[in-house]
């Protein structure tokens, strides 16, 4: 286990490195979703935004800008001709689980960025914030091992952006469900139990699937 | 060590691309694998070193009685090949840094340097290997695949965009401890057939 956990800190941190020289996934994802906001914010003009409607329109800009930028993972692996490298010194586990936490953490620092500016320029102010954070933090946990997985398969494809999308959606969906609706809730600022069968199914989720992502990676890596 | 080939098969689609390789090969043993282009030499490298799945027939390796599990094999195994690539956009001694902690080894920065002033890279490794040319970047794979002293080597096209000193250190290289490892290499060269002691020509 422990072995497992530090060789997959190595591809972490051999990720980071990468992106922090290069910013493949940031700059796609950053982009995308400052001009979705920004086209959003011009288009809803001076109205007031209800949380029936700000907490889709949130979710489908995390969920697009997750879906620009977080296939990069294998994607480049693959054109690079480097998986095989990865594929000889490491365990596919290691590789699984590092490649994550890396997903993980881009879409957080996107968050960090995206929700705070989609609530100054929707002027939305959430009135259960703890719901709020524990929604998004989950649901993006989840929309990052949906993608993770989902890239892992793709890579091994030639049509490999349209088909991201495609299948990632179907599988997201429940996460978008529960998103947007426990994040409406958040926002209404109705008491934290009434959020948290959304958090439940959230958790549950990532839980199924981080779980047969770790299953299955092998058979899928190993061509 | 020893490995073992048995009426190995590679299909895609209806194309058999490798058909029914037979060979065994011990620790000190070496073969040449030649065959005109798209014969199949580079599927079954890449089948011998567990990265692809055979269609049909058996690879095993085995230390002693004990048959290895390709992880096993992976940690022996030393690859240089065309479709073998490392990370352009960081130097070379980042990518030796990784591939050292990936394989569960220590950082030997010595032996790094040892590695690429034999390969005649010396002074390049705080360089990030998008500025290597394609000579450079196949002496830096000797380099990663040799870190380890791996007892089974697989040089799929050796000389590849190499010159002639390059393809002078790469031959030196193929002839050191010939006793302690296994050695695949393919080519299309005719005059690497000497390197074998068995010879595998596969036909079109």
């Known amino acids: 286990m422990f072995e497992l956990l530090s060789k997959s800190l190595v591809v972490f941190q051999k990720d980071l490195k990468l992106e922090f020289r290069r910013r493949y996934a940031l700059n796609a994802i950053a982009m995308f979703a400052l001009t979705t906001l920004v086209t959003v914010s011009f288009s809803i003009g001076p109205l007031d935004v209800e949380p029936a409607v700000a907490a889709p329109l949130l979710w489908i800009i995390l969920f697009f800008s997750a879906m620009s930028g977080l296939s990069h993972i294998f994607i480049r692996e693959e054109e690079q001709q480097t998986a095989d490298t990865l594929r000889l010194v490491l365990p596919p586990n290691a590789v699984w689980l590092g490649k994550w936490l890396f997903n993980v953490l881009l879409l957080f620092a996107l968050e960090l960025i995206v929700v705070p500016m989609f609530c100054l320029m929707m002027n939305i102010s959430v009135e259960n914030l703890t719901t709020f954070v524990l929604i998004v933090t989950v649901g993006s946990i989840a929309l990052s091992s949906v993608a993770t997985i989902i890239a892992a398969i793709i890579s091994l494809t030639s049509s490999r952006g349209a088909l991201f999308a495609v299948l990632s959606l179907p599988i997201a969906l429940p996460v978008l469900i529960s998103g947007i609706e426990g994040t409406r809730m958040a926002m209404h600022g109705a008491a934290f139990e009434r959020g948290l069968p959304d958090l439940q199914i959230l958790f549950s989720f990532s839980v199924v699937i981080i779980t047969i992502s770790a299953l299955v990676f092998e058979f899928i890596w190993r061509k | ?204």
């Open chain 2, 1 to 204: 060590m020893k490995l073992t080939v048995s009426g190995l098969w590679k299909r895609y689609g209806r194309r058999n691309v490798v058909s029914n390789v037979n060979f065994e090969l011990n620790t000190g043993d070496s073969v040449v694998i030649t065959g005109p282009n798209g014969s199949g030499k580079t599927t079954l490298v890449r089948l011998l070193c567990g990265l692809l799945a055979p269609s049909k027939g058996d690879i095993r390796y085995k230390d002693g009685e004990q048959e290895l599990s390709m992880d096993a094999v992976f940690a022996h195994l030393g690859l240089v090949g065309p479709y073998l690539q490392y990370y352009r956009d960081l130097t070379a001694y980042e990518n030796m840094q990784f591939i050292a902690k990936a394989r569960g080894l220590s950082v030997d920065m010595p032996r790094i340097d040892a590695l690429l002033e034999r390969v005649g890279l010396a002074g390049r490794g705080k360089d990030e290997l998008r500025t290597y040319s394609s000579g450079m970047l196949q002496r830096f794979k000797y380099v990663a695949a040799l870190y380890h002293e791996p007892s089974i080597v697989v040089f799929d096209e050796p000389t590849a965009n190499l010159d002639k000193d390059g393809a002078a250190i790469v031959y030196d290289l193929i002839q050191e401890r010939p006793d302690q490892r296994m050695l695949i290499l393919a080519t299309n060269e005719p005059h690497e057939i000497r390197f074998g002691k068995q010879h595998v020509r596969i036909a079109q």
